[in-house]
């Protein structure tokens, strides 16, 4: 290693030339941002006493050489953890990508490091595993999505073990940890009334799995705002998705099975993967969306944005949710004023599975 002048990549500082054997170190790190390694240690380890803007210059310096912390180290170090846990057992393979990378993310920012533990919706032993994880390897917390989220016997575990825990979406005793949400009911409400401005009122809705909170709160606000316009719950077509792509798809050979006057405008599915299985089979079926049968979706997931037409849906980035369970988790400042819940607002967007026009 050597300490160079002063370079043009690095005009705020010293420039350090790394062998690509030799990995950096907290005396490399100072040396670029011109502080002690001890105060690259403090930075690192997220201790308080140091200047927002040596603060800076060590995290720009962190990231120039691309330093990375030794885990087990600063784990005997500071007798803490820096892994963080996601535990998921949901279908949703969309849903599940964006909640790792926005809390990996925070994770990088941070210093900390993530597992991903995935168990099956089938899985009946999940809370054994879940303790075989903990009794092993030190957590510096847990992040629980749907429908995870609301299994007691796994919260129960994560409390007598003293595990800090953020959920998402949370359906049951939702003050009872830290928790994320978002509008949902305000984002049903916005869709609804666009369609029945578009001339809607022959509906059909594809909901989610009854465990989990998104879906009852849905289809929820889609009965009521449907009431609210003067359309009759009686008269709108419910059938029942589990979130997959799927299940979109069989719920709507389910409701093309009707009699033809039966046969809805629009058919709203509760999530964007089940809403590109009703496209799926509205296509093979020769029927013209939205010309002859309009749909919906719900999150704007990546696969609103590939499938054909492009999918009108409810915009709720599930990657900053991800974030900030991610930085509620690793930010315990506040938790003595007890639990803490974030809910973040949604977004209408209109694309071509509801208008020609667009």
């Not at 892994?83 to 998921?88: D, E, R, S, Y």
């Not at 009965?223 to 609210?228: E, M, Q, W, Y």
Request: aromatic share 4%.
């Amino acid at each position: 290693m050597t300490i160079a002048p002063v370079s043009p990549k690095y005009a705020w500082g010293v420039s350090i030339r790394m062998s690509k054997e030799t990995k950096p170190t907290l005396h490399d790190v100072g040396a670029l941002a011109g502080v002690a390694a001890r105060t690259v240690s403090r930075v690192v380890n997220g201790e308080t006493g140091v200047s927002v803007k040596t603060r800076e210059k060590v995290d720009k310096a962190i990231e120039a050489l691309k330093f990375r912390p030794n885990l087990a180290a600063r784990a005997l170090r500071s007798d803490r953890s820096f892994l963080v846990a996601i535990l998921n057992n949901n279908p949703s393979p969309h849903y599940v990508a964006d909640v790792v990378r926005g809390v990996s993310r925070v994770c990088r920012e941070t210093g900390n490091f993530l597992t991903l533990e995935e168990f099956t919706p089938a899985d009946n032993n999940i809370a054994e595993s879940i303790a075989e994880l903990v009794d092993s390897i030190r957590l510096a917390g847990a992040i629980l999505i749907p429908p995870l989220t609301d299994d007691a016997a796994i919260l129960d575990l994560l409390e007598a073990h003293e595990i800090p825990m953020v959920r998402m979406s949370p359906a049951s005793d939702a003050a009872r940890t830290d928790a994320v949400f978002a509008r949902d009911g305000d984002g049903v409400r916005q869709l609804v009334n666009h369609l029945y401005q578009l001339g809607h009122r022959r509906f059909a809705i594809v909901g989610g799995p009854s465990s989990h909170r998104s879906s009852r709160i849905r289809m929820a606000a889609f009965t009521g705002a449907l009431t609210a316009l003067g359309i009759s719950p009686a008269t709108v077509i419910i059938e029942q998705g589990d979130y997959t792509y799927d299940s979109g798809a069989e719920a709507t050979r389910r409701i093309l099975s009707l009699p033809h006057k039966m046969r809805p405008s629009i058919i709203c599915a509760a999530n964007d993967e089940m809403a590109a299985g009703v496209i799926s089979v509205l296509g093979a079926s020769g029927i013209a969306v939205p010309g002859e049968i309009a749909v919906t979706g719900f999150d704007d997931s990546e696969i609103a944005r590939l499938i054909w037409p492009p999918l009108t849906t409810i915009r709720q980035s599930i990657v900053e949710q991800a974030e900030a369970a991610a930085r509620l988790l690793l930010d315990r400042s506040s938790v003595k004023d007890g639990p803490r819940r974030i809910e973040q607002e949604v977004e209408l967007v209109i694309r071509k599975s509801t208008s020609r026009d667009i």
